[in-house]
């Protein structure tokens, strides 16, 4: 994982801050025999950031707080007694399930296991946050330029799960995607509700939402520096956010874009990385209760150790 000079140091800040702390947050990782898996935990180890634990084909995971907890969140929808004991045997629930009942502060899986695999995991074991309704996700984007963001440094959301978002639910990722920022950025977050349209630029029903978000992130935290709808220049670009969107609290300088859909969530980010040679960092799943994270079956060991650095300082913030 090549990152550029300013995320470099950004992400070193991030070692420090937990290989200064006594006690290492525990973070679980459910695929302990593969070598990628192994290869990142000893080395945080080394380095003295986590204390990881690693499940395995031969860890016993039949822990009966742990099938209780599972049964107790699942027998409304029709899961019986011997059924949870079953599925809490899994390495992916078991590991959620160690973060639901406090026995580790995160867990990183998918390096052999879905994404759809890994976040019905933590939905159903560790659940969301009080007041959230949806998971959403979020990279970190790490650019070239430094006079963007937090010196390079944005974050992008939704670009991997939430499809088509209502209004209620773009707000939530807003919501959602401002913690990240302020947790992993250690920097206010300005957040800019994206489109096609700056302030009214254009008529569409499309942005009816966006304006519906913007609301509700206006009257549920008004302490939130946030607008739309918001171009990507005129949220980024100083002289055209002045230029568009005067007096904006947000324009020309946003850290947190928040895209209207997945479409154009996951296209963008992806353009940044391949056409802006930028690094895409996660994606990181927000609105759980406790952290959960999950890996590209693809990953290296570098992009483990660095979600699990990433899910450690998570577990050290109070959500937002």
């Given at each position: 994982?090549?990152?550029?000079?300013?995320?470099?140091?950004?992400?070193?800040?991030?070692?420090?801050?937990?290989?200064q702390?006594?006690k290492?947050?525990?973070?679980?990782?459910?695929?302990?025999?593969?070598?990628?898996?192994?290869?990142?935990?000893?080395?945080l180890?080394?380095?003295?950031?986590?204390?990881?634990?690693?499940?395995?084909?031969?860890?016993?995971c039949?822990?009966?707080?742990?099938?209780?907890?599972?049964?107790?969140?699942?027998?409304?929808?029709?899961?019986?007694?011997?059924q949870?004991?079953?599925?809490?045997?899994?390495?992916?629930?078991?590991?959620?399930?160690m973060v639901a009942?406090?026995?580790?502060?995160?867990?990183?899986?998918?390096?052999?296991?879905?994404?759809?695999?890994?976040?019905?995991?933590?939905?159903h074991?560790?659940?969301?946050?009080?007041?959230?309704?949806?998971?959403?996700?979020?990279?970190?984007?790490a650019t070239?330029?430094?006079?963007?963001?937090?010196?390079?440094?944005?974050?992008?959301?939704?670009?991997?799960?939430?499809?088509?978002?209502?209004?209620?639910?773009?707000?939530?990722?807003?919501?959602?995607?401002?913690?990240?920022?302020r947790?992993?950025?250690?920097?206010?977050?300005?957040?800019?509700?994206?489109?096609?349209?700056?302030?009214?630029?254009?008529?569409?029903?499309?942005?009816?939402?966006?304006?519906?978000?913007?609301?509700?992130?206006?009257?549920?935290?008004?302490?939130?520096?946030?607008?739309?709808?918001?171009?990507?220049?005129?949220?980024?670009?100083?002289?055209?956010?002045?230029?568009?969107?005067?007096g904006?609290?947000?324009?020309?300088?946003?850290n947190?874009?928040?895209?209207?859909?997945?479409?154009?969530?996951?296209?963008?980010?992806?353009?940044?990385?391949?056409?802006g040679?930028?690094?895409a960092?996660?994606?990181?799943?927000?609105?759980?209760?406790?952290?959960?994270?999950?890996?590209?079956?693809?990953?290296?060991?570098?992009?483990?150790?660095?979600?699990?650095?990433i899910?450690?300082?998570?577990?050290l913030?109070?959500?937002?």
């Amino acid at each position: 994982m090549k990152l550029p000079e300013s995320a470099a140091e950004w992400f070193h800040g991030l070692v420090e801050q937990l290989r200064q702390r006594d006690k290492k947050p525990r973070i679980v990782f459910p695929e302990g025999d593969d070598p990628r898996v192994r290869d990142a935990c000893e080395r945080l180890g080394k380095d003295g950031l986590i204390e990881p634990i690693l499940i395995t084909k031969n860890t016993d995971c039949a822990d009966p707080r742990y099938c209780e907890h599972y049964f107790n969140r699942r027998k409304a929808k029709g899961v019986t007694e011997a059924q949870a004991a079953e599925i809490a045997r899994r390495p992916l629930y078991a590991s959620a399930l160690m973060v639901a009942v406090g026995d580790a502060h995160g867990f990183v899986g998918g390096a052999a296991n879905t994404t759809a695999e890994t976040v019905r995991a933590a939905l159903h074991a560790i659940g969301t946050a009080p007041g959230v309704h949806i998971v959403s996700s979020c990279f970190v984007m790490a650019t070239q330029a430094r006079s963007l963001g937090n010196n390079g440094i944005l974050v992008f959301a939704d670009c991997a799960i939430v499809v088509d978002p209502s209004g209620s639910e773009l707000a939530e990722i807003a919501i959602a995607s401002a913690g990240t920022t302020r947790a992993l950025l250690d920097t206010e977050p300005r957040v800019a509700l994206l489109s096609f349209s700056t302030k009214g630029s254009a008529d569409h029903p499309v942005l009816a939402k966006i304006t519906e978000a913007l609301a509700i992130v206006k009257n549920t935290r008004p302490d939130l520096s946030i607008d739309g709808e918001l171009q990507a220049d005129a949220a980024l670009i100083p002289a055209i956010g002045d230029s568009k969107a005067p007096g904006s609290p947000v324009a020309g300088q946003a850290n947190t874009l928040i895209f209207p859909n997945l479409s154009a969530g996951n296209i963008g980010y992806k353009l940044v990385e391949r056409l802006g040679a930028a690094v895409a960092l996660g994606p990181f799943l927000q609105g759980l209760a406790k952290p959960a994270n999950d890996l590209s079956r693809g990953c290296s060991a570098d992009d483990i150790y660095g979600s699990a650095v990433i899910t450690a300082l998570q577990s050290l913030h109070a959500s937002v």
